[in-house]
């Protein structure tokens, strides 16, 4: 019964194109996060919405656009894709409360631009 | 110097031993304290959490923050080949605070 899930799992493409990635969460959470991890493993996030609102926005370009049309679902756009952007980007999800909540995490979408 | 530095790797040992690794940090706001395992194409999964300073014990793994030194270290005993993966610490300063990664050290265990 997957908790955290993403698709595509492998996404190559060219240059310059625009390409989303979906994620999903059935653990009931209100919190959800995108990641990307770099090929030597450094994990940084990127966004983090809470109950469909934006609470975390890294430094990240502005062609990356996370989407939340509810709380189970995280979406990542990204527009006019660089070799840079190659990486694995995974999602997350974890229940806010008054102590520490693990975060889940879905196993990862493996982006590759030509 | 960055918020959270972990000890390069890959590291790699025979079946039995004792690992020690280690991370050091400079944010001394950080309350929470995890070590995350990932295995090779694989989402990352917690394996410990600790709050504030202290040791915690969880069969074969302990883990160890010492705050005074912003120094935190996964110690795990009679490794296995299972043990073979990346860990990564990661902290924050509250409890649905954003995490800070270290960087990650790949584990190999030889049988």
């Known amino acids: 019964d997957t908790a955290v899930s993403q698709t595509p799992k492998y996404l190559v493409t060219q240059m310059g194109n625009d390409k989303s990635i979906k994620c999903e969460q059935n653990l009931g959470h209100d919190t959800m996060y995108w990641y990307k991890q770099d090929s030597k493993k450094f994990l940084k996030i990127m966004f983090s919405?809470?109950?469909?609102?934006?609470?975390i926005n890294e430094t990240v370009p502005n062609r990356f656009s996370p989407k939340s049309p509810d709380k189970a679902h995280l979406n990542l756009h990204i527009n006019s894709l660089e070799l840079g952007d190659s990486a694995v980007y995974f999602c997350?999800?974890?229940?806010?409360?008054?102590?520490?909540?693990?975060?889940?995490f879905g196993p990862g979408t493996r982006l590759t631009v030509l | 110097q960055k918020e959270v530095e972990q000890d390069p790797g890959p590291l790699s040992v025979p079946e039995g031993a004792i690992v020690s690794l280690n991370c050091t940090y400079s944010n001394s706001a950080f309350q929470y304290f995890m070590w995350y395992r990932q295995y090779s194409r694989k989402g990352p999964e917690l394996l410990m959490y600790?709050?504030?300073?202290g040791n915690k014990e969880d069969g074969r793994f302990t883990a160890q923050v010492d705050k005074s030194s912003k120094y935190i270290s996964l110690f795990i005993r009679d490794s296995q080949p299972s043990d073979s993966a990346t860990y990564l610490c990661?902290?924050?300063?509250?409890?649905?605070?954003?995490?800070?990664f270290g960087k990650g050290i790949t584990l190999s265990v030889r049988p």
């Open positions: 990661a902290m924050g300063p509250g409890a649905n605070s954003k995490l800070t």
């Open positions: 600790t709050y504030s300073s």
């Open positions: 919405y809470n109950n469909k609102e934006l609470i």
């Open positions: 997350a999800s974890s229940q806010a409360g008054f102590s520490y909540n693990e975060q889940f």
